[in-house]
């Protein structure tokens, strides 16, 4: 997926695409609460699995710049899930243009 330049549309973009990738393998998508802007991106369940996932969406994957993010998306997810119950967090990174490193 080609994402544009803006990071808001990446991340839009990105969290469509992590979207999609969930209900196209039978995961249902939990309503956020409305006008929470302070949320994960998704909460996803399966059966008796649940995560609340956290989406971070980069235009390059070098080293200084996505592990920052993906220790920010964790520790984000990890508070969420923390006052979810029994819900697991999940990190997801979407990254443009990623090195082979």
Known sequence: MVF?????????QAEELV??????????LE????????????IVRRGAQRF?????ALAEGRAD??????????????AFAKDGGNTQPLA???VENASSS
């Open 4 to 12: 544009p330049s803006s990071s808001n549309s990446r991340g839009r």
């Open 19 to 28: 979207r999609r990738i969930f209900e196209s393998r039978g995961w249902k």
């Open 31 to 42: 309503a956020l609460p409305h006008g929470a802007s302070n949320g994960p991106d998704l």
């Open 52 to 56: 609340v996932v956290e989406i971070k």
């Open 65 to 78: 710049r996505a592990i920052p993010m993906l220790s920010q998306a964790i520790l984000q997810a990890q």
């Open 92 to 94: 997801v990174i979407c």
